[in-house]
């Protein structure tokens, strides 16, 4: 199904959850929602689903407004984030639901519902879980049964908040390769709510980055990775060394940085921001530089360096501990820092843009 | 090792488990055991025969009917009441909300016969209620609904407080699961509301009705009193024991310990069903 979004808005209260979002899915595709928490990720796939309602805004899929229609209306199949099966029911009744409560007219005869559960539970491998309630099955099996639960009304559309987000990491990878053939198989549309980038990126076609009720940015891992659209991308993709720059002729400059690795921006000239991991800085010795080693700690395959600049600032840098000048990056070593790959941003645009014009304070502090 | 030949205890909130044990035991048997037995003494005493023949009199049959019936349609009337109540206060939010809360505890704080005396003055002829009600030819005070009334406002909170935790801790994913799943409202509330709530539902009720067979200072003012019509079990025995007919006061009051005590294993089992259902949940 194709599912376009526009105008979005949701407020609980005094906190805006949803601050006016475009979003179009096309059929078929498998699509994360990755944000932090109250990013408003899970709001606005509790929305598509019906179980919430916007303020305002659009919510068209196959060109039907499903804002005028009830959840029970929209078939969709939703996974819930702590899987939501029916205690009092067996695996094979809670497979069965979803067909046992269609209208009288529209439900399937007895041998049609015992045939498709079985079924079901074949594909997902859990035929011999059939008669157990959820309270005696493990994290992963319940998830396997409430993504069939889902899958039984044959839903042309498949949501799923934090699908694998309370179970252990090695389960995790299984389910996600899983989940991933479930999606090749049916070939519903799907849409899935994670915090955790290795997972959108790994499962998902397109990954849609949130932030405080925004949409960020949309686009392939790569693309997020390597230039992320906003501070927030930035240092939500793990590029949590901030260093002021300045920008000229669409170079950044700044005493101690060896920044030639870096492309030209189309950029104003002026103060800037850099936005760089931790593994993409190279400290190099260099006795003239105003950059000092203040520790160093590993973690067997890696040495984290704490460096700080003469005026104060801080950076970090993540360097394979075999290096060949690990020997040399001794604690009170002088370095110069070789930044391998990074974002630039203006300086201004340290929130978003729209954040800043609305609260003067951020304004103030960026313009320090 | 040395130091492993201290073995190392868990501690406790209370100081040694035989001197609370002792305690509580001690206690239970000052206050019930030792009523229940010399009651089932003084019962045995007389010998099945006379038992029988007190606790089969028509008077007593007749006030054994009236305190089940009564009993019967108070419980109908505050599993329905209870729940709604519990609902109310557990799914929404108003003004007043915590009040009302707070005023679901008021029969059990209120004195019996304070309930009896103002719901007597309520629905009498010329109360509130009972000017409206009686020339309509629905006489409440005197009759069986006196009863069930007075009992069903002294029992009710046992619903209320027995379901509300339950619907209280219920994850709201459920029904929103049902309802992605297209179930309909009533759907939602029947194949999984109900269910949930079911266990908790039923021991609340049995408890409510276990107290309204026994409720006495409220049911007095209301009910008339009049044999074969508006006596219930625990008055007839109260008026035996005033006419120093002790065994027959004991046969009668055995008769309703009877029932206290098959109403109490049935709740029991229901709380275990439910603590065993709640276990299975997780």
Redesign the interface.
């Known amino acids: 199904m194709a599912i376009s979004i526009s105008g979005l808005r949701k407020r609980f209260g005094q906190t805006d959850v949803l601050r006016g979002l475009e979003l179009e899915i096309t059929k078929g595709e498998l699509v994360a929602l990755l944000g932090p928490s109250g990013s408003g990720k899970t709001t606005l796939l509790k929305i598509i689903a019906g179980l919430e309602w916007p303020d305002t805004g659009r919510l068209e899929v196959d060109g039907e407004n499903w804002l005028e229609l009830a959840a029970q209306d929209r078939r969709i199949g939703f996974v819930f984030q702590h899987y939501a099966l029916f205690p009092h029911m067996s695996v094979r009744d809670n497979l069965a639901f979803g067909l046992t409560v269609r209208p009288r007219a529209q439900r399937p005869g007895k041998a049609v519902i015992a045939a498709k559960v079985q079924e079901l539970l074949h594909f997902l491998q859990i035929t011999h879980l059939a008669d157990r309630f959820p309270g005696q099955l493990s994290g992963g099996q319940r998830q396997r049964v409430a993504l069939g639960r889902a899958l039984a009304i044959e839903p042309k559309l498949l949501l799923l908040d934090e699908p694998f987000g309370a179970l252990d990491a090695a389960i995790r990878r299984d389910l996600r390769r899983w989940l991933r053939g479930v999606h090749e198989a049916t070939g519903s549309t799907t849409i899935f709510v994670t915090h955790d980038q290795e997972e959108a990126f790994e499962l998902a076609d397109r990954v849609v980055v949130m932030g405080e009720g925004r949409i960020e940015q949309i686009g392939h891992a790569d693309t997020i990775h390597d230039h992320p659209a906003s501070p927030f991308v930035a240092r939500f993709m793990g590029a949590t060394v901030e260093l002021p720059v300045t920008l000229q002729a669409g170079r950044p400059e700044a005493a101690g940085l060896d920044l030639q690795a870096l492309a030209r921006r189309a950029l104003p000239d002026g103060p800037a921001t850099l936005f760089v991991r931790p593994e993409d800085i190279r400290p190099v010795p260099d006795s003239a530089a105003p950059w000092r080693i203040e520790s160093r700690m590993s973690n067997g395959a890696h040495l984290r360096l704490v460096l700080r600049h003469a005026t104060g600032a801080e950076a970090e840098a993540d360097i394979p501990r075999r290096a060949v000048q690990a020997e040399a990056l001794a604690p009170g070593a002088s370095v110069r820092l070789r930044v391998e790959a990074g974002a630039i941003f203006p300086a201004e645009r340290q929130g978003t843009a729209a954040t800043t014009v609305s609260q003067p304070i951020l304004k103030l502090e960026s313009s320090k | 090792m040395s130091v492993i030949a201290a073995p190392i205890r868990a501690k406790r909130v209370l100081p040694g488990f035989t001197l609370s044990l002792g305690t509580t035991l001690l206690y239970l048997t000052l206050i019930v055991l030792i009523p229940v037995a010399a009651l089932v003494l003084k019962g045995a005493e007389m010998g099945p025969e006379r038992f029988w023949r007190i606790v089969s009199s028509p008077r007593a049959v007749a006030a054994f009917q009236i305190t089940l019936a009564a009993a019967a349609i108070a419980t109908v009337f505050n599993a329905v009441y209870g729940v709604l109540m519990a609902w109310v206060l557990v799914r929404y939010e108003f003004p007043g909300k915590r009040l009302l809360d707070a005023l679901m505890d008021v029969p059990f704080a209120l004195p019996t016969a304070v309930a009896g005396l103002s719901l007597t003055a309520l629905f009498s002829a010329n109360g509130w209620f009972g000017a409206a009600l009686h020339p309509a030819g629905i006489p409440v005070v005197y009759t069986i609904w006196g009863i069930a009334l007075a009992m069903a406002f002294t029992s009710v909170p046992f619903v209320v407080r027995t379901v509300q935790p339950v619907l209280e801790d219920m ?1 709201p ?2 029904e ?9 409202p009533w ?1 939602v509330f029947w ?2 509301v109900c ?2 709530i079911l266990p908790a539902w039923l021991a609340g009720c049995t408890t409510a009705f276990a107290r309204s067979l026994g409720e006495f200072g409220a049911i007095v003012f209301i009910a008339g009193n009049l044999p074969f019509q508006t006596e219930i079990a625990a008055l007839l025995a109260y008026i035996r024991l005033e006419e120093f007919d002790y065994n027959g006061a004991s046969a009668i009051a055995l008769v309703l310990l009877g029932f206290a005590l098959v109403l109490l294993l049935t709740s029991n089992l229901l709380q275990f069903w439910a603590a065993r ?6």
């Open positions: 994850d994913a459920l929103q699961a049902a309802i992605t799943l297209g179930a309909r759907a194949r999984v269910p949930a259902a709640r276990e299975g949940a997780r």
